[in-house]
Structure formats: structure tokens, C-alpha cells
């Protein structure tokens, strides 16, 4: 059973920055396609950033392009979101996501088979 746990999140005041953290175990995280999600009050969750098996292929949404970087260390069975220029309108809960598909580009939830349980990021004006 694979696990993703997040850490991280917490209140900052716009234009600050957060690194989130999401460790997994209990798989074969080195070959897994791993994202970042997010999910604001009353919204659906949406994609944030994906990255490769390998790290060398990444993906973000405009909204976060220029602002938001992801990692991994695979050694470490980690994959990172790096949050700079934070603006309140990113304010939302941050999951981790993997596919055990080593293929598959993650472009939205259904592209996903293993959730974290989310961390909340709060970005004061």
C-alpha cells in the first residue's frame, strides 16, 4: 500500500514563500509520475504541477508557471513543491498525487491512483 505524506504547509503573508514536502512509502516511488494538487474553498481540486518518473520532464498550470517549481529526490522518496511570489489566491489545501503508470503524463485527477491526505497552505493580504 503506498502512502504520500505531506508537510509544510502554513500561513505566510503574500509575496513569501513555502516549500511543501511529500514522502512516500510502501511503493516504487523512483518509477512513479508524481503531481501536485490543490483545492480552495468551494472549488474542485486542480492540477498545480506534475513531474516525471525521472524529473525530466515537468508540467504547471499557467497560473503557477514562474512562481512554482517542482522536484524530486528519488533517493529520498521525495518530491517537493517550491512556492514563491505566494498570493492570497493561492490559499488552499495541497495534495500529493502519484500514478504507478511510469508513462502516463498527470493532467488531471483521473490520471492519479494514490492520494496524499493534504496539506493547507493560507496566504495572508
Known amino acids: 500500500q503506498v502512502q504520500l505524506v505531506e508537510s509544510g504547509g502554513g500561513l505566510v503573508q503574500a509575496g513569501g514563500s513555502l516549500r511543501l514536502s511529500c514522502v512516500a512509502s510502501?511503493?516504487?516511488?523512483?518509477?512513479?509520475?508524481m503531481g501536485w494538487f490543490r483545492q480552495a474553498p468551494g472549488k474542485e481540486r486542480e492540477l498545480v504541477a506534475a513531474?516525471?518518473?525521472?524529473?525530466?520532464?515537468?508540467y504547471y498550470k499557467a497560473f503557477v508557471k514562474g512562481r512554482f517549481t517542482i522536484s524530486r529526490e528519488n533517493a529520498k522518496n521525495t518530491v517537493y513543491l517550491q512556492m514563491n511570489s505566494l498570493k492570497p489566491e493561492d490559499t488552499a489545501v495541497y495534495y500529493c498525487?502519484?500514478?504507478?503508470?511510469?508513462?502516463?503524463?498527470?493532467?488531471?485527477?483521473?490520471?492519479?491512483?494514490?492520494w496524499g491526505k493534504g496539506t493547507l497552505v493560507t496566504v495572508s493580504s
Open positions: 498525487a502519484a500514478t504507478r503508470d511510469s508513462t502516463r503524463r498527470i493532467s488531471s485527477g483521473s490520471d492519479i491512483d494514490y
Open positions: 513531474i516525471s518518473w525521472s524529473g525530466g520532464s515537468r
Open positions: 510502501g511503493g516504487t516511488f523512483s518509477s512513479y509520475p
